[in-house]
């Protein structure tokens, strides 16, 4: 067990939805960072938090979006759910400035859009 | 744009031998974080080992050991002494050091353990 919590573990959607997934971080860390990963394929890199503001992004659209709360758990917000956005959804929190850094990773949220 | 290749898609050992999984990256970074991720059905990711690139000497622990040839640019995992618990998806992950823990993955290689 890591600390790093996620909620639901499982969710069904309709396209056109919207939905929030949530990450409660490890305590102690600062810095969450969102994934997806799609069945039989590796995590991509969505986002990352670090002291409430949007520290970095990867190649997801505007619907894609987050929030992290004073004690530094975070949200992730999917907007328009389209087919392809079906995937493991995992959070990772870290300790910024810390040169030995480790992520550590919640267990998912499984999104499934129909 | 860094990117991280795993070659092996599958691989397979018996248990007690001892395994390598391949992993290639391409960075233009000089200073950055490589880790073996073990994702096991529970879907949970579990770092499995850590090197730093300013650090020549290979990583090691317990049963895990690594290869990592940074002119290469590649970082295999070795498991010696393979365990049925070992069978998972195993992932390559990079992180330059400024980027604060954004990862990158490879594709994954699915080690499965035979008794």
């Known amino acids: 067990e890591t600390g790093v919590t996620q909620s639901p573990t499982h969710l069904i959607k309709t396209r056109g939805q919207q939905v929030t997934l949530r990450c409660s971080s490890q305590s102690g860390h600062n810095t969450v960072s969102w994934y997806q990963q799609a069945l039989g394929q590796g995590p991509q890199f969505i986002f990352q938090?670090?002291?409430?503001?949007?520290?970095g992004r990867g190649n997801f659209p505007p619907r894609f979006s987050g929030l992290q709360f004073p004690n530094y758990s975070s949200e992730l917000n999917v907007n328009a759910l389209e087919l392809d956005d079906s995937a493991l959804y995992l959070c990772?929190?870290?300790?910024?400035?810390?040169?030995?850094?480790?992520?550590?990773f919640g267990q998912g949220t499984r999104l499934t859009v129909v | 744009a860094q990117t991280v290749t795993q070659s092996q898609p599958e691989m397979s050992v018996q248990e007690a031998e001892t395994v390598t999984l391949s992993c290639t990256y391409d960075?233009?970074?000089?200073?950055?974080?490589l880790f073996w991720y073990k994702q096991p059905p529970s879907r949970q990711m579990i770092l499995v080992i850590r090197?730093?690139?300013?650090?020549?000497q290979n990583a090691t622990e317990n049963r895990f050991s690594v290869n990592f040839q940074k002119a290469a640019k590649s970082f295999s995992l070795k498991i010696s002494d393979s365990q049925l618990g070992d069978a998972a998806m195993y992932f390559c992950a990079y992180t330059a050091l400024n980027a604060g823990n954004m990862l990158t993955f490879g594709g994954g290689t699915r080690l499965m353990v035979k008794p």
């Open positions: 990772a929190s870290s300790l910024a400035g810390a040169r030995s850094t480790e992520a550590f």
């Open positions: 960075t233009s970074e000089s200073d950055y974080y």
């Open positions: 090197q730093e690139a300013y650090k020549q």
């Open positions: 938090y670090y002291r409430e503001e949007e520290n």
